[in-house]
Nanobody
Framework: QVQLVESGGGLVQAGGSLRLSCAASGGTFSNYAMGWFRQAPGKEREFVAACNWMGRNPYYRDSVKGRFTISRNNAKNTVSLQMNSLEPEDPAVYYC?????????????????WGQGTQVTVSS
């Protein structure tokens, strides 16, 4: 069983930056593709970014391309999401997710393990 714990959320002004981190334990981290999703109040959980087991071929939702960067450190069992130029559309609870195969997925039902989420708030 894989446990995922996110950190790094908080309040930031529009245009600012935050770096989210996710620490994984209980599994072979390098076997998994990793993703970030977010869920705003009253909305469905949506894909944000994902990378394969090597951290290559990252995928991003269109609205975050050029602003967000996903990266992973297999030696430390961590995956991060650097978020720059935060916009009023970005606030949500951000979730880290692991997929039991090494290829990237972009759908919620493709991921097997989830963290508890971390809140990101953007003030205008």
């Amino acid at each position: 069983q894989v446990q995922l714990v996110e950190s790094g959320g908080g309040l930031v002004q529009a245009g600012g930056s935050l770096r989210l981190s996710c620490a994984a334990s209980g599994g072979t981290f390098s076997n998994y593709a990793m993703g970030w999703f977010r869920q705003a109040p009253g909305k469905e959980r949506e894909f944000v970014a994902a990378c394969n087991w090597m951290g290559r071929n990252p995928y991003y939702r269109d609205s975050v391309k050029g602003r967000f960067t996903i990266s992973r450190n297999n030696a430390k069992n961590t995956v991060s999401l650097q978020m720059n130029s935060l916009e009023p559309e970005d606030p949500a609870v951000y979730y880290c997710a692991a997929r039991r195969i090494s290829r990237v997925g972009v759908n919620v039902d493709e991921y097997d393990y989830w963290g508890q989420g971390t809140q990101v708030t953007v003030s205008s």
